[in-house]
């Protein structure tokens, strides 16, 4: 990148910096988002590529009008430049121009895109020049059975577009790979270097059409969102009255409830019945006996009744232990069941 004596980096070095540094930023362990370093290494790589880039166009090594046979083998790898470019751009991290970073890239991409299709350079479709508008905008679109037909055919061909540009990736990548060492150490022909950088921008073509699909998803979403903010509030008929924080408060279930919402009630009681009736008794309002205690609560009133045949049977009462003992005498002559038979056939 250190330019020498009254001259600069040569085209070749120009290039060769920028995808050096794109490749160090995206085989880096290091995240994009969170280490300045990558961030100076992109910041570099667009630099040199950008010079790159404003150079070719200067020697105006491309036209449209021409075939890919008039491209001289050594040139054919400066046509990588736009896509390096579209790739560097999206490692930037400036969430306040991510808008702008996704336009620039899609750009580029399809710059790119463009030159490969002029030449001939693999069989594809030139996506729009431009990012698809927000859903919902303008004219709606046809509706009906015929536009889900249509969709879903489209979404078909998609999916196969797809798959085949996945397979082809691949046999690209496995191809380039096995010619890569012959064509970095020299010993390669001219045959075998054009073959090489060929198969390099097929490969980008493939990634290319990736991001540009990509970037138009996000494009779409990050202008709703913007949208959605630059709306306007509804408007009120008076000024929303800004009210104080109410502080936080706890109801408990006796004293504090009390004090907040009142017992329900004017009076709230002083003494137990019981002893209400004492104090009556005392003053000679109620006769001399006491109230009958009452059962705890939770216990029936069969419950009631066994633990005071039990407390009779404790004292020997006899009336109680003669009618235990007549009734256990009935049981033993009379079986369960005993004079139950009718409708027995």
Not at 320 to 336: E, G, S
Request: charged share 25%; proline share 6%.
């Amino acid at each position: 990148m250190a330019e020498g004596a009254g001259s600069g980096p040569r085209l070749s070095e120009l290039l060769a910096a920028g995808r050096r540094l794109w490749e160090e930023v995206e085989n880096g362990e290091e995240p994009s988002s969170g280490a300045p370093g990558v961030q100076e290494k992109v910041r570099q790589g667009l630099e040199a590529l950008q010079r790159a880039a404003a150079m070719v166009a200067q020697l105006e090594l491309f036209s449209e009008n021409e075939d890919v046979e008039e491209i001289a083998s050594a040139d054919l790898k400066y046509l990588l430049v736009p896509a390096l470019l579209g790739a560097l751009t999206l490692k930037q991290v400036d969430l306040s121009k991510r808008l702008q970073h996704l336009e620039s890239a899609r750009s580029h991409f399809w710059r790119f895109l463009q030159l490969c299709s002029s030449y001939g350079l693999g069989s594809f479709s030139l996506p729009p020049g431009s990012p698809p508008a927000e859903e919902g905008a303008g004219s709606p679109g046809p509706s009906g059975p015929a536009a889900a037909q249509a969709s879903l055919v489209a979404m078909a061909s998609n999916r196969q577009a797809k798959i085949q540009r996945y397979k082809q990736k691949k046999e690209l990548e496995n191809r380039l790979a096995s010619m890569r060492s012959c064509v970095e150490s020299g010993q390669a022909d001219e045959d075998q270097i054009r073959e090489f950088h060929i198969l390099q921008i097929q490969r980008w073509i493939n990634t290319s059409l990736e991001e540009i699909e990509s970037i138009d998803q996000e494009i779409i979403i990050l202008r709703s969102r913007g949208a959605a903010k630059q709306s306007p509030a509804p408007a009120h008929g008076t000024a929303r009255q800004v009210r104080a924080p109410m502080k936080p408060f706890i109801l408990t279930r006796d004293a504090a409830q009390a004090k907040v919402f009142g017992a329900g009630y004017p009076s709230l009681p002083t003494v137990t019945v019981d002893d209400w009736y004492e104090q009556r008794r005392r003053q000679g309002v109620m006769p001399g006996q006491s109230l009958p205690q009452r059962a705890p609560a939770g216990i029936t009133d069969e419950e009631l009744q066994k633990q005071q045949q039990e407390k009779k049977e404790e004292e020997d009462d006899e009336e109680t232990l003669q009618k235990a003992r007549n009734w256990d005498d009935w049981k033993d002559t009379h079986p369960r069941g005993y004079g139950n038979r009718q409708n027995t056939g």
